[in-house]
């Protein structure tokens, strides 16, 4: 068994349901650095699994009450379109700047989450 491959799950799963951000912020520089994948390589598995922690997600909050149908159908018909745009840039973009532009992504959700409401 892929220990390491199943302790990165284990805390995107427990990361996901908790805070909904298991896939990119814990799958992709987990895999990144413990198993030596590539950004690229990593952002497709990410997405590969988000589709079964989203899957189940849904369904236990859905369970409690805490989905929003309307808005989550829009949300998802929409971002079908930003997948596909995001996958072409991504796909066009050097291994260091995905990289340089993801760690700017983080520290911005870092930086808006700690000192603003």
């Known amino acids: 068994m892929d ?3 199943a302790v990165i799950g284990l805390l995107g799963g427990i990361t996901s349901g908790l805070l909904g951000v298991g ?8 895999l990144m650095m413990l198993k ?3 950004p690229h390589k990593a952002i ?8 079964f ?3 189940f997600g ?3 909050h859905g369970k409690a009450g805490m989905v929003d149908v309307k808005t989550a159908v829009l949300l998802g018909i929409f ?10 840039w991504s796909l066009r973009l050097d291994i260091f700047l995905l990289k340089r532009v993801f760690a700017v992504f983080l520290v911005a959700v870092a ?7």
């Open 79 to 88: 971002s079908v379109l930003g997948v596909w745009l995001g996958t072409q």
């Open 3 to 5: 220990w390491i491959a």
């Open 58 to 60: 849904a369904i236990f």
């Open 53 to 55: 922690t989203g899957l």
């Open 36 to 38: 030596g994948f590539d």
């Open 23 to 30: 896939g990119g912020l814990i799958f992709v520089p987990l």
């Open 111 to 117: 930086v808006k989450l700690f000192f603003f409401k």
């Open 44 to 51: 497709g598995t990410s997405l590969f699994v988000i589709v």
